[in-house]
């Protein structure tokens, strides 16, 4: 049963334009949600997050909204640029000093010039 | 500050053969993790440690991995005998503070690339 839910293999999108990543999950213990960015053949890198109290998160361009009642967050990149083309995951976290992240399946952007 | 290390890079085997993973955390990240990535998926946690205990093992398939963090520092991940199932990248990620951080997750190495025919 997963958990955490990207339904969208895949985004194109051109450059200047805003994208917009989607993610849902199912548990409402989560505390907080992570962005990770990753390119072919490195490890994933942490990009923004998101507390389980806050509906909203900026970070130049990057903004993270979550809407707690429809158990949904996005990733709006405004612009994007041809250097964020790259799979983006969404991460889940609960459970305190033990805890630890669940993933979603990811989402391949592709920024055109 | 050195990032994660991981090696080997790539490894390609033959099922039923056994293969290691070796991971070196951040130094000072008591919190490690070993995450299976397979093709089209996101990262599966296989096991994490809190220095040199296990956190959580459960979803790491004890009839053919195994993990151990000596000292507390740096881990190997083992599997014997490897399925064709096994093909996958090996992920090895470190926290400074237990279960991880708010503002910066964990820090993944590069990760292993493991191909079994």
């Known amino acids: 049963d997963q958990q955490v839910k990207q339904n969208s293999p895949s985004l194109s999108v051109q450059e200047g334009r805003i994208s917009i990543l989607n993610c849902d999950y199912t548990?409402?213990?989560?505390?907080?949600f992570l962005w990770y960015k990753k390119y072919p053949a490195e490890g994933p890198t942490f990009l923004i997050s998101?507390?389980?109290?806050?509906d909203k998160n900026e970070d130049g361009r990057f903004t993270v909204f979550l809407n707690k009642s429809a158990k949904h967050l996005s990733l709006h990149i405004v612009p994007s640029q041809p250097g964020d083309s790259a799979v983006y995951f969404c991460?889940?976290?609960?459970?305190?000093?033990?805890?630890?992240?669940?993933f979603g399946k990811g989402t391949k952007l592709s920024v055109k010039p | 500050e050195a990032g994660v290390a991981q090696s080997p890079r790539y490894k390609i085997i033959e099922k039923r053969q056994s293969v290691a993973f070796w991971c070196n955390p951040i130094?000072?990240?008591?919190?490690l993790y070993w995450y299976q990535q397979i093709l089209g998926q996101g990262p599966k946690l296989l096991i994490q440690?809190?220095?040199?205990?296990?956190?959580?093992d459960s979803q790491l398939p004890k009839d053919r991995f195994s993990a151990e963090r000596l000292k507390g520092v740096d881990s190997t991940l083992k599997i014997q005998p490897a399925k064709l199932e096994d093909s996958a990248v090996y992920l090895c990620?470190?926290?400074?503070?237990?279960?991880?951080?708010?503002?910066?997750?964990?820090?993944f190495g590069s990760g292993t690339r493991l191909t079994v025919v």
């Open positions: 440690f809190q220095n040199n205990g296990v956190v959580d």
């Open positions: 990620a470190s926290s400074l503070v237990p279960g991880g951080a708010y503002n910066y997750g964990y820090t």
């Open positions: 998101i507390s389980s109290i806050k």
């Open positions: 130094s000072g990240h008591a919190t």
């Open positions: 991460a889940a976290f609960y459970g305190g000093s033990q805890g630890n992240l669940i």
């Open positions: 548990n409402s213990m989560f505390d907080y």
